[in-house]
Structures are given as C-alpha cells and as structure tokens.
C-alpha cells in the first residue's frame, strides 16, 4: 500500500473494529514476549533450539516468506498486469527451490550470521564487515518499505487517508514490532511467523470464498470479467502484454524476475530459519513443506487478483494513486457490502490484523538479522575479536534490534506519502547481486577465496545502489521518489539484469587475481577448508555458531555426498 492510501469511510462499527485490532495486537504482544522467557544466549536469541519439526518449521519459514510485498504487490499486479502477474507469483514460489540448494550446506555450518557463512572460506574479519554490509543494505530498505505498509494499512483501519495519520500510525506500529524484536528473540518470532501463515491463509480462504460467491461459482465469467476491468482486454491474457513496448521493457520485466528467483531465496531473514533447523533434513523437508504453503497462497493471490479486476477494474484499483498494491484491501470491502455494512468493516478488519501479524513476522525477522550484523560480526568478531562474553552479547544484540528498530521507524516516517514501493525491489536485488553470488561460490566453488569474496559483495551491492539512485524509480518519471528531479540516465528500474552477472564475474575475477597474489591455490588440495571438509565429508568442521559458556551444538553426521 505505499505510494498510495484507501480512501474508506467511517462506518458506524469503527470503534468496535478499533478496540478489537488493538486487543490483538497486545495479545500478538504478549505471544511472542511468553514464547521466548526461557532465551538466556545470544545463540538462542539468534537461532532459538533448535527442536523445531519439520512441519513447524515449514510454516515459521513460509510466514517469513509471506511480506506485505508478496500479499499486496501480487494481487495488485495480477489485478493490472493480468498473465504478468502470474508470472511474479511464479518467481517467488521458484526461489525456494534455489533455497532448497542451499539448504543443506548452510544448516551444516551451524552458523547464525551471514558473516560466519563467508568466513568458511576467506578468513579474518573482512569478510564479517563485508556480510555486515550486505545484511543492513538488503535489511534496511525492506524494513522502510514493511513499516509504511503497516502506516497505511492502520490509517485505513481507522477511516483516514491522510499522510500526516499514516505517520503517526507508523510511528505506533513500529515501535510495538520493534518491541516485540527486542523482547521475543527467535523462538518467539517463530510463533509469530506460525500465527502470521495461518492467520493470512484463513483470511484469503475467506475472501476467495466470498469471490466465488459473488460469481456463483463461474470462474470463466469472473476472468472474463477481469479482462473487460482491464485497460486493454485483448492483451490482458497475454504473456508479455502489459509490460510495455520495445527491449528495454523486457528486459526490465526479465532483470525484474530474475532478482525475484535469486534474491528472495537470500533474504537475511529468510536464511535466519535455515540457521534455526536442527539438521540437513529436517531444513529440506521443511522446505518442501514451505513450498507448498506458499504455491497455495500465491494461488489465492492470483484468484484474487483476477477477482479485484473483474469487481473493481483497473481505474477503481489505481483511483488516482501510481500503485495498484491497495486492491487486496480494495476488495475485501467491496465483497461484503462497502464500507457503509458492518460486514465490510469485519473483513476489513480481519484482513488488516492478518497483514499486522505478517509485518510483525517479517519486521522480526528482519531486525534479528541486522542484529546479528551488528553485535555477533561486528561487535563479537571484529570490535571485541571474540572477547565479549556471552551475556554482553545478548546485551548488544537486544540494543541493536531497537537502534536498529528506530532507524527504519524514522525512515518509513520519512518516506511516508512518497513512491518508495522500489525499496522492496531495491532490497531483493542487493541479495540477488551480492548475497546469492557469494553463498553460491562458497558452496560450491573450491577456488573462491578473500579478494573473490570482497569484489563480490561490495562490487554487487555497490552496482546495484548505484544503478537504482539513476533509475527512473527515483527520478525522471511521475511514480518517481522524487518526481520533480530528472538525473534518470539509467533506463530500467531493475538493473538485476547487469548487477547479477556483473556479481559473479567480479567474485571469478577478484579469486583469480587473489589466488595469483596470494601464488598458491585455494582449493582442498593445499589448503582444505572448514567449507570443503563440510561439503566432502558432512560433518561440521567445529561448531560455529558458539561463544564462550555457549551449550554446544550437536551434530549429526549426513551419509549422502552433496
């Protein structure tokens, strides 16, 4: 809903909808608070346990996965774009068979951070700085984009549309997430990750319900319908149609999907539930689980955003904005009878509360990760060179979830009213670019060392922001984040398409050179590393994922090669 505001009006319910929003948002308060009493480590406010079955982490993984992002840009692109839009939702479902690729190598490291997956193969503190770098650069503009979503979503709750309203409901929501990530840790985020899946596929089933209601069960007339809602019909159901003409246009589309299927899978927040699982197995089987979860809700997504075009049209879904990512909103009112039933207030209400607990789960996750950036690689790693103890580490982990809690809660307040929607493409580009390159040639490629590492991820994060700040998404155009400056020399708003491989050949060249400086080669035959004995045998060199007084991990030998 950034970039745009609902326009609803007051009914006479309002209040009773208010006391019982903020009811749930104490209840979801006081869950994840309880869930995490027992958190006495920085290892299990990082990673909790580590007990969780397969099922249990499925659902916390595919909550991770469900952002305001997925919910609301799917359906309104689907609404918009038409056959385009299914595509979207396809890549999003396709990054978690790039995840099941990783699976296995990451949970094996034991590892909490990014910083301690790079440090398998380049060793010192450079690597740490690096992935420290990476994590708030992906971290820190998704986390501006979740919070103004949450702004918007409870202005509307309340029956305003104004910037100054959206502001202040940022600044409220965001302090009670950023609470909830300073007390919960990630035991108590898991439970809010499992709430938020089931709350946000209950409301969709609801409303799917409702929409085949409405149509009586014809689903031919409702796609029929959705084509007539569209701008243009006859190309409504065509692949390519509604992305514009000539080659840059695909090629934005294609650099677009692209960052889609690489960068989700390598989310910081995203990573943090492999680094939770207990073993290799259980990390794919809940994989597995995610999938199917997710296809689900991208189903319903697609349904739905075929039904916000056939009910509502394409003009009714804009109404005046630049983005279409208000029609999921849109239309849960429009199916029960408008603003001015009761009902439409209930299931606007209801929706709302499931977008709140999906925030809240990505907000946490989102934090965590930033905070093991900032107090397990930075501080522990680098700052203290492994000396701090294991309580100050808690200590600064904590701290470091509110500062970092504050920054984004002052930006969101900041960017509120204007198009910053990119920030979440923005950030799922950065991981595609520089995150996925360099998990991937660790894994999996023996010559990978510390220059190939470095050129990988500030070469990729650097390209990235740079080609992002000259992009028509910041300025140049009407839906621009700052629409009346033109300094667009880059043409696409995705330079996925030019960051990624410039990524992996940056971390093949860089190696090359290192390893020619270095005069030897990096690989297993002289110099074996914690990466190749963990890929070649299936054990964990040693557990790394520990500190000082720390239970120790428990491993378990995997019999099947890589």
């Known amino acids: 809903m950034t970039g745009g505001t609902l326009h609803l009006a007051v009914s006479g319910s309002r209040n009773h909808v208010l006391i019982g929003f903020m009811l749930f948002m104490m209840l979801t308060l006081f869950l994840t608070v309880f869930s995490s ?7 299990e406010f990082y990673t909790g346990d580590r007990t969780l079955p397969a099922w249990k982490g499925g659902l916390a993984l595919a909550g991770t996965y469900t952002s305001t992002s997925l919910l609301l840009t799917v359906t309104g692109v689907v609404a918009t774009a038409g056959f385009d839009g299914i595509t979207t939702a396809t890549s999003i479902l396709l990054s978690l068979g790039g995840l099941l690729l990783l699976a296995r190598p990451i949970q094996l490291s034991g590892a909490c951070t990014l910083g301690e997956l790079l440090s398998l193969r380049a060793h010192g503190t450079a690597p740490r700085i690096a992935a420290a770098v990476a994590t708030l650069a992906v971290a820190g503009p998704f986390l501006v984009v979740q919070l103004m979503s949450a702004g918007s979503i409870t202005a509307s709750l309340l029956g305003y549309s104004g910037t100054g309203i959206q502001k202040i409901c940022t600044v409220m929501i965001g302090c009670l997430v950023v609470t909830c990530g300073v007390l919960s840790g ?37 796609i029929g319908a959705a084509a007539q809602g569209s701008t243009d019909p006859s190309r409504f159901l065509s692949p390519g149609g509604t992305i514009g003409v000539g080659s840059s246009s695909y090629l934005d589309f294609a650099g677009g999907q692209f960052a889609l299927v690489l960068g989700s899978a390598c989310m910081p927040h995203v990573l943090n539930r492999l680094y939770a699982m207990k073993d290799p197995a259980t990390a794919r089987r809940s994989i597995r689980y995610a999938a199917a979860i997710v296809a689900v809700l991208c189903t319903a997504l697609i349904f739905l955003g075929f039904t ?66 900032l107090a397990r690689d930075s501080y522990h790693y680098v700052a203290r060179r492994r000396r701090s103890a294991p309580p100050d580490e808690l200590v600064i ?45 660790t894994f999996y490629w023996r010559r990978f060392n510390r220059t190939g590492l470095l050129w990988t991820v500030y070469g990729g994060t650097t390209l990235t922001i740079g080609l992002y700040l000259f992009s028509p998404s910041v ?35 860089g190696s090359l050179l290192g390893e020619r400086r270095d005069g030897r080669a990096s690989g297993w035959e002289e110099d074996p590393s914690a990466v190749d004995t963990l890929l070649l045998t299936g054990r964990r060199p040693a557990p790394i994922c520990a500190a000082p007084g720390d239970p120790p991990a428990s491993v378990r030998p995997v019999r099947r090669p890589l």
């Open 186 to 222: 990630a035991k108590g985020l898991t439970s809010v990750q499992v709430l938020a899946v089931t709350g946000i596929g209950t409301a969709l089933f609801v409303i799917c319900a409702y929409a085949v209601h409405a149509f009586h069960g014809d689903i031919d007339a409702l």
């Open 475 to 509: 300025s140049g155009s009407p839906s621009a984040l700052i629409p009346t400056a033109d300094f667009a020399w880059f043409g696409l708003n995705s330079p996925a398409v030019f960051s990624v491989p410039a990524a992996f050949l940056l971390g093949w060249a």
């Open 397 to 441: 982990a904590r701290v470091a979830v509110a500062l970092f809690g504050v920054a984004g809660v002052t930006l969101a307040v900041l960017a509120q009213g204007h198009s910053a929607g990119f920030l979440a493409q923005l950030a799922t580009t950065v991981a595609a670019s520089a995150v996925a390159p360099a998990l991937l040639y």
């Open 308 to 373: 916000a075009a056939a009910r509502l049209g394409t003009r009714g879904i804009f109404g005046g904005r630049t983005q279409a990512d208000g029609a999921l909103m849109l239309l849960a009112r429009s199916l029960t009878g408008g603003t001015g039933n009761g009902l439409g207030q209930l299931m606007f209400a209801a929706v709302a509360c499931a977008l709140f607990l999906c925030i809240l789960a990505v907000v946490g996750g989102t934090t965590l990760a930033a905070a093991g950036a």
């Open 37 to 43: 009493l027992d958190e006495h480590s920085a290892r």
